[in-house]
């Protein structure tokens, strides 16, 4: 679409979410009417819409503290997906600032550990960290070149810590880990299954969709460290998407 045709959309779709939002009930509600929820899926697409401007003027800038990644980066399909639903085109953030520092300042690497122990890691930064929605997870048993593949793309070990954190609500999201972490081939892989609820960082709302799956780390053998992190989903991405809800 051609940035004019895009910028007329935009000042379209500000009018229609004035026109929308005046037509609120201004009382406190607790069962909104169909009417009422109409407006807010028509103000919903024309934000994710005013959103696909920005990301479209941000990508012609060399120099900016706002990135955008690929729509189909870190799950950015789901979230593809589920913003149409809602009324809305969709954009993916990814956040400069604290994500980008942290990626910057991990803790010494901790090379060749017994598998059992990486094991043990692995389980707390789940369990205890939920570091498949927060990204929160012990860098020092990661090697800084490692690939992470979902069902969706693969992405730099930099990518994934922002892409996961701006993608997102920690507090909203909750990762189940199934059975144990298991140590596999001779410590060469550490696995384990999961079953999370992931609330995505939308404006207003933060839709939620459930997944299962088996992810695989696997370590270097002259380091130890974790070079490959492999989520294979029990759902196609189309199902997870019929999954949303509000």
């Known amino acids: 679409m051609a940035s004019q045709e895009i910028l007329l959309q935009a000042d379209s779709c500000a009018r229609d979410m004035t026109t929308s939002a005046s037509a609120w009930p201004t009382k406190a509600r607790r069962k909104p009417t169909k009417a009422s929820r109409r407006n807010l899926l028509l103000v919903l697409g024309c934000a994710f819409q005013l959103l696909q401007v920005v990301g479209f003027v941000a990508s012609r800038q060399t120099a900016s503290s706002l990135t955008f990644v690929s729509p189909v980066s870190r799950r950015g399909l789901l979230s593809a997906a589920l913003l149409p639903s809602l009324g809305g085109?969709?954009?993916?953030?990814?956040?400069?600032?604290?994500?980008?520092?942290?990626?910057?300042?991990?803790?010494?690497?901790?090379?060749n550990l017994p598998?059992?122990?990486?094991a043990q890691i692995v389980r707390e930064d789940l369990v205890t960290r939920q570091f498949l929605a927060t990204a929160d997870f012990s860098s020092e048993i990661y090697d800084d070149a490692c690939i992470f593949t979902d069902e969706i793309d693969t992405?730099?070990?930099?990518?994934?810590?922002?892409?996961?954190?701006?993608?997102?609500?920690?507090a909203e999201s909750n990762v189940r880990l199934l059975g144990d972490v298991e140590v596999l081939e001779g410590g060469k892989k550490i696995q384990f299954r999961f079953d999370e609820d992931l609330a995505f960082n939308f404006p207003l709302v933060h839709p939620k969709v459930s997944l299962s799956g088996t992810c695989t780390l696997t370590r270097s053998e002259e380091t130890g460290l974790i070079i490959s992190y492999r989520e294979k989903w029990d759902q196609s991405p189309t199902q997870v998407v019929f999954t949303a809800r509000l």
């Open 89 to 111: 085109a969709a954009v993916s953030l990814s956040l400069s600032g604290p994500a980008q520092a942290e990626a910057e300042t991990s803790p010494a690497k901790r090379r």
């Open 115 to 118: 598998a059992s122990e990486v």
């Open 155 to 170: 992405y730099t070990y930099a990518k994934f810590i922002k892409g996961t954190k701006a993608l997102f609500v920690a």
